[in-house]
């Protein structure tokens, strides 16, 4: 059945997967990832979404299943580099950081190389600049006059900040209270602003002099 299954249903499960995650529903996205393995077991999309959601916890028997996926394939795609990361995700829990770092490194090299072909091309100038605009945009003077426009209310919380400045930290943190709940790393930011400002946001050479702000 698995070697007759429509490519399209399973993908069309893992994109089901994807949304749940998103919205925060780990127990469908799981539900959806283990239906698409057991239709195709070798989906590289589906191991990673499984290996991700399982981190130092998956069976090895899944893990060996990865690993034999990605040395049997020799075609660079975006799948095959997220299983490739989520190997190394695995190994770093699991404190294999050699391995870790070699899943790691090829992981990224081939996510490069999708990306490329897809003319988004990471420009560490660029980058740089796009940070010092949002430091000097959001600083405290700007947060103090718009006060007025925060929200008192405890549902939901987002924990937003710049990249390895401690975000996923905080949420752990928070989330070790018995009455909060962390969602993980939910996309919901990120594809707010890419809807907003898609040139600036992938850096696809926007005119704009500071980073997206919305006023209330």
Known sequence: ??????????????????????DGDFENAA??????????PDTPAALAGMLKRQGKSAAEELVQKAERVLAE?????????????????VYAQRKEFRRAFEAYKTGNLWRHQVYA????????????KRVDAII??????????????A???NLPVFVVG????????????????SDVHGAD??????????????????????DSKVPLRIDP
């Open 1 to 22: 059945a698995g070697e007759s299954a429509p490519p399209k249903r399973v993908s069309a499960l893992v994109a089901l997967a994807a949304i749940a995650e998103r």
């Open 31 to 40: 539900a959806y990832l283990e239906q698409a393995n057991a239709i195709r």
């Open 73 to 89: 394939g020799t075609e660079v795609n975006d799948n095959r580099a997220a299983l490739q990361l989520a190997l190394g995700g």
């Open 117 to 128: 072909k897809r003319g988004i091309i990471y420009d560490r100038q660029a980058r740089e």
């Open 136 to 149: 000097r945009t959001y600083d405290a003077g700007f947060f103090h006059a718009h006060r007025e426009g």
């Open 151 to 153: 929200s008192s209310s």
């Open 162 to 177: 710049m990249p390895r400045s401690g975000t996923t930290l905080c949420e752990q943190i928070l989330a070790s209270h």
């Open 185 to 206: 790393e939910l996309m919901d930011i990120s594809i707010a602003a890419s809807r907003l400002d898609p040139a600036n946001y992938r850096g696809r050479g926007s």
